[in-house]
């Protein structure tokens, strides 16, 4: 009678390592093969919603901003970082805002233009320019957070609170995983998970 496949892993795993009884080395296939066939499978389909999530909601809030306020999606992101850290620099504006700094410059010049914000450098340090929103820019960042829930709103639209509450400790939690993979690099060339236990 032939071996079956999960017979011979099984055979496989208790030759490796003799400690491991058939039913433990039995749940470590189901689990391995689980991993293989369901897992990337589902979080294919995360990817790909949260990119597409992503992508809708940073399209529809230029498109608002643009209309109501005649600025740019970048522009509002900074307006939005500058009202919640005024003093920033254009570094780490790039950083937060993820595109490179000669993107974020421009964007800066042509927001000093429309006197939405000031450059000022340090006395201490005359290479560091602090960033600092003026009245105009304060106002329309106000307002635009009104736009910014009113987009949330119908993105949300349909969703229950115990589901929109179970979504955001969820992304939460994707995020700081997101933060501990930036600060533990690959190795041997897998990624180190952070599972709940």
């Known amino acids: 009678m032939a071996t079956s496949r999960i017979s011979k892993v099984e055979h496989d795993v208790a030759v490796r390592n003799m400690t491991i009884t058939a039913p433990t080395a039995r749940a470590a296939t189901q689990k391995a093969r689980q991993r293989r066939s369901v897992a990337p499978k589902d979080q294919d389909n995360v990817a790909h919603a949260l990119l597409r999530t992503?992508?809708?909601?940073?399209?529809?809030?230029?498109?608002?901003?643009?209309?109501?306020?005649?600025?740019?999606?970048?522009?509002?992101?900074?307006?939005?970082?500058?009202?919640?850290?005024?003093?920033?620099?254009?570094?780490?504006?790039?950083?937060?805002?993820?595109?490179?700094?000669?993107?974020?410059?421009?964007?800066?010049?042509?927001?000093?233009?429309?006197?939405?914000?000031?450059?000022?450098?340090c006395t201490q340090d005359r290479r560091v320019v602090r960033l600092a929103l003026t009245e105009k820019a304060r106002r329309i960042a106000t307002r635009s957070m009104d736009v910014t829930h009113h987009i949330l709103d119908a993105l949300t639209a349909g969703i229950s609170q115990t589901d929109l509450h179970a979504l955001r400790r969820s992304l939460e939690r994707m995020a700081r995983n997101c933060q501990m993979q930036a600060l533990s690099p690959y190795r041997n060339g897998d990624l180190r998970t952070t599972r709940k236990s």
């Open 54 to 121: 992503t992508s809708a909601f940073k399209r529809l809030t230029t498109q608002r901003m643009k209309e109501e306020f005649d600025i740019t999606g970048i522009q509002a992101e900074i307006l939005m970082l500058l009202t919640a850290e005024p003093g920033m620099l254009g570094n780490d504006l790039a950083a937060v805002v993820d595109v490179n700094a000669s993107t974020v410059s421009h964007a800066l010049d042509v927001m000093e233009k429309q006197r939405l914000l000031t450059r000022r450098r």
